[in-house]
């Protein structure tokens, strides 16, 4: 394509307005700040530097951290945090290439290693949590969120033998793969997303730019201008223009609306290996391989192209719904409207982020979905209030638009026990809720909603009506998000339908409600709840704004329930104390049996796949699988009844872990310190301990693998079995082992032992292993702490804030031989075994005992029995 094209001009009066020079190696990415006065440069000399716009200066010192070299740069979308990657391998390998979300609460990454990171960016940025997404590239060269976050796309280098470099679009929440774009004949080095989100365009070292329409997943243009790669591409603020950097040492302007090129290309003495709008789109920046930054004034191009940039034609600057169902900004051309109403999209956006996908509009009585809840906004008074709040003090201006937006989208959540009959989507769909006749379902949900509407709420959610469960993927998603839902709900009512009118204490503990599988985490999870009594009355006549206040109401429901209050009050999702968080469900019920799994994937955090169909052994097995494989918490296997068809070790019902594991034993920290003086005079002893710790020390926490349980253990060859007779019923075995005390088993189960086959034990006694055991004993209670106050916990100040056993405990860290030496006497005290029987080729089968086995080792630092550390596999 020639540059004479129509529309392009001679590019001499594109000023270059400055020039930065200090950095020694090329530059790899640029930033504007939101001030319109400074930048920030990133380069492989391993710096990040900031400049004054105005004098070319650099503004204090360099930032560096290590001395890797920096491949990209992104700034966060109020302009707060800056966010880079490098070659430091901090995640796995070089990382190429970063973006932010819409929100800013996550970021994205591309790998060296072929892998795409999303990194939830938590309070202060200390702690981060990634899912990770393995593509087909060799190296991911860029990746780019959706304005609705809903996807990301990715590009990079596929490989040396394939005919296309392709752009793979993934979704953002799943993981999965959404379509693959294909056409490129070279490495994808850069991708943009315009902010109304229907185009995608895509940069390549085959010289040419795509763009693709994200509606059909098709192709609309090739821009081809460049005679090198193109190594960057930078969409204007107005999302008419795009500035592409190229290795033919040339950035070029094109319009995007006839993907023709504006003007002749913009030389430059080297390679061009970043390019960046301002956020006014006025100013333009470039970075080369001479190591040097440009700043072009580029806002002559709005008065000799008013066509391209100017709203003069067509008003633009309402919020409109696209055919995705997301609203989208078509950017006004004054600057302060520009950023006022992309504050306004951030905050919509995060506040809906962890909203019900319909939501019921307490006004109108309408069930909404997403577009409609967003049309609702802009057709408000609170929308206009925003767009014409001008402030010269810009916190001010954003705190006044969060605390709008928020206020506006509250949500109100009711948990329930269903009923025989339920209003349902269908009987609801494109219908006024309140002018709908019939009892049951359809007067509960009027109530419900007038409840809402009366106190305040424009929007409320109810689980029997506001979900398409015809929808396989909405009801993935709204199972595995609806801890997340309650959680940010402003308010969850709970209505009680066999609570009568003027109910005294003692009726919310006999509610049926508390039996339900899915209230367990309607109500740990919401910070707010209200109670309401058959008639909608309050229970009790408590009039508090939260009856998670309420003493008598906690009291209540402690007992009821057996869940401690602080749990009831502050619950926090995740693995901590899982076995405790078992017994608690323990004796719940659900209709469809595999909920008593799917109701629980909130209270532990995990996201799984909703397989209705597959029976409870299957979903509970699936649901303590992932507990097992992501905390290594072994105490999910502590239980006795029947085992599990979906993995031995595993219990067939969720009713085996009503019960807490036996209380066991333990030594007093005198009678520790006794017992390792003793060993202590013993040199066998002492080497026996620290080859026993070492062994353990090195061994992998348990992880499950196709269904199957490989589990770290102690293990005992179980030398003699027989029954043992008594006066109750029950059988009972006795059972001796290599290096235990004997012990009684029992179990229906038949257990046949065969002395013949001395060389091929048939079962073993095992000790599953667990690294607590490694701690010394100031720091084993640590995930306690945790779960209490705050959520962290924070070393002494100094050594003189120390008691003397905690200095004493300190020391031992050091003190490998200490350290050995109290696991040793540990591992002496009586632990809870599980039979093992080996089956045909060689794995194991536990089996299951009605009452836990307690078993006890003779002497641990014995050379007669030395102790069998394995890792044995269990079907």
Known sequence: MSSSVAGAQDTSEITLRQEFKGHTDWISGVIHLPNGQQIITCSYDSSLRVWNLENGAQIGEDWRDGESKVHSIALSPDGKKVVSGSDDHAVRQAVISVCWSRDGRRVLSGSDDGTARQWDVESGGATLRASIVTSAHQTVWAVVYSPDMTMFATGGRDGPFTGTHSVEIWNAKTGKLVTILEGHTDSVRCLAWTKDGKMLISGSFDCSIRTWDTTKWKQIAILEEHTEGVFAIAVSPNDRILASASCDKTAQLWNLENSQPIRSPLQHAEEVYCVSFSMDGKLLVTGCWDKNVYLRDVAVIEAGLNDLLSDSKVNKSALSADDTGIATTSIPSDPDAMIREEAIQRAVWIELEYAPLRLLNTSTGLLCDRAAQLNAFKTSAKYKELLSFITKHSELQMERIKEVVAMYFRCVLLSHRWEEKEALLHDIQDKVVYELSGLGGIKKLQSFCEIARDAGYCWAWMDTCCIDKKSNTELQESVNSMFVWYRHSALTIVYLCDVPPSSQSGALANSVWNERGWTFQEFVAPKVVIFYQKDWSLYLDDRTPNHKESPTIMKELEGATGIDARALISFRPGMIDSRRRLQWASSRVTTLQEDIAYSLFGIFGVHLPVIYGEKKQNALGRLLQEIVARSGDITVLDWIGQPSEFNSCLPAFITSYATLPCTLPSLSEDQIQTAMSSLRKNPLAVEL????????????????????????????????????????????????????????????????????????????????WDRSLLEPPDFANLLDDMESGEGYWTPPSSPSDESPSRSLAKQEVDDLESRALRLVIRLGQPFGAFLLARQRGGEYKRVASDRDIIAQVKDVASVRYPMDVRTVEIL
């Open 689 to 768: 301990a620290s080859n026993l710790y070492d062994r353990l020390d090195n061994t992998s926490a348990a992880r499950f693998a196709n269904c199957r349980l490989h589990l770290p253990c102690v293990a005992f060859c179980v030398t003699e079995v027989s029954l043992s007779y008594s006066a109750s019923q029950e059988t009972r075995y006795e059972v001796k082992a290599d290096g235990l005390y004997d012990l009684l088993i029992t179990t229906k189960e038949p257990i046949e032992f065969s002395r013949t086959r001395p060389l091929h034990q048939t079962f073993v006694l095992v000790y599953p």
